[in-house]
T-cell receptor, first 114, second 114 residues
Framework: GEDVEQSLFLSVREGDSSVINCTYTDSSSTYLYWYKQEPGAGLQLLTYIFSNMDMKQDQRLTVLLNKKDKHLSLRIADTQTGDSAIYFCAETLTRNTGGFKTIFGAGTRLFVKA | EAGVAQSPRYKIIEKRQSVAFWCNPISGHATLYWYQQILGQGPKLLIQFQNNGVVDDSQLPKDRFSAERLKGVDSTLKIQPAKLEDSAVYLC????????????FGSGTRLTVV
């Protein structure tokens, strides 16, 4: 099946770490992504991980992939007020007819308290 | 590089009226996507173009929605006639086609049907 699930809200204090979790259902996923959406804007690609990796680090961002449990997480170190946004998890699947398609979760709204 | 351009930014129409949205993707991006994002949900793919051909329109309500990308560059999405449940943000995205790079999204058109 095709489904990406995320918790809806997360609230953290400025300077703390944020961890946003995601589960996906299709074991054939090849790439998994994290996008950020600020108010009134489109989605911005933050980072991605290929399915044969279990961790990827990019500055303050750490992505962990547990393929056995179909679980993806995004850790933001030293969270800042500017990190307040909606974070979308997405997976890319192979189409039955060829090519690929990307499925998005409903998004996790991150609130950062000063 | 210029981003994905969309217009208009906002549109308010009455039910049963028609509306059209325009998208100009990043220069050279062969693949163009139209997504519908209902408030509180993740983006849902409506249609995907590869150059000027349709790759996937399985989620497009074809009785009222239509889209075209005649010269393989910019694209229009039309709704005729609109229903109340069409109220959403319509996002256009483009990509080279390589999955690693993910998609570049425009800022979207917020449609309100009253």
């Amino acid at each position: 099946g095709e489904d990406v699930e995320q918790s809806l809200f997360l609230s953290v204090r400025e300077g703390d770490s944020s961890v946003i979790n995601c589960t996906y259902t299709d074991s054939s996923s090849t790439y998994l992504y994290w996008y950020k959406q600020e108010p009134g804007a489109g989605l911005q690609l933050l980072t991605y991980i290929f399915s044969n990796m279990d961790m990827k680090q990019d500055q303050r961002l750490t992505v962990l992939l547990n393929k056995k449990d179909k679980h993806l997480s995004l850790r933001i170190a030293d969270t800042q007020t500017g990190d307040s946004a909606i974070y979308f998890c997405a997976e890319t699947l192979t189409r039955n007819t060829g090519g690929f398609k990307t499925i998005f979760g409903a998004g996790t709204r991150l609130f950062v308290k000063a | 590089e210029a981003g994905v351009a969309q217009s208009p930014r906002y549109k308010i129409i009455e039910k049963r009226q028609s509306v059209a949205f325009w998208c100009n993707p990043i220069s050279g991006h062969a693949t163009l996507y139209w997504y519908q994002q209902i408030l509180g949900q993740g983006p849902k793919l409506l249609i995907q173009f590869q150059n000027n051909g349709v790759v996937d329109d399985s989620q497009l309500p074809k009785d009222r929605f239509s889209a075209e990308r005649l010269k393989g560059v910019d694209s229009t999405l039309k709704i005729q006639p609109a229903k109340l449940e069409d109220s959403a943000v319509y996002l256009c995205a483009s990509s080279w086609g390589d999955r690693e790079e993910g998609y570049t999204f425009g800022s979207g058109t917020r449609l309100t049907v009253v």
